[in-house]
């Protein structure tokens, strides 16, 4: 069964960090670039940050993360994570992951809320 299956999220004050996990299942996520996106309350879905299969190493972020986050991935565990670092209350949304374009059917995302 193909699955995304995100985790790591919490509460946070803000200038905190928090590392997210996405595991994958049923497919060989390094044969796909992957990319992190995030859905704030009343909003879009839009992307965070992308990943290139396993050999490339590229990494690209939308500007509102540059510098603070850092995309990675395991292939071996088949997992991509997302290094959250100097947190903002403006960065509070679910955080999916996904192949990039999307094609596998969206996780349940984990909740990112920063707040003091």
């Known amino acids: 069964q193909v699955q995304l299956v995100e985790s790591g999220g919490g509460l946070v004050q803000p200038g905190g960090s928090l590392r997210l996990s996405c595991a994958a299942s049923?497919?060989?996520?390094?044969?796909?670039?992957m990319s992190w996106y995030r859905q704030a309350p009343g909003k879009e879905r839009e992307l965070v940050a992308t990943?290139?299969?396993?050999?490339?190493?590229?990494?690209n972020y939308a500007d509102s993360v540059k510098g603070r986050f850092t995309i990675s991935r395991d292939n071996a565990k088949n997992t991509v994570f997302l290094q959250m670092n100097s947190l903002k209350p403006e960065d509070t949304a679910v955080y999916y992951c996904n192949t990039r374009p999307a094609i596998v059917k969206w996780g349940q995302g984990t909740q990112v809320t920063v707040s003091s």
């Open positions: 990943i290139t299969r396993a050999g490339g190493g590229n990494t």
């Open positions: 049923g497919f060989t996520s390094s044969s796909y670039v």
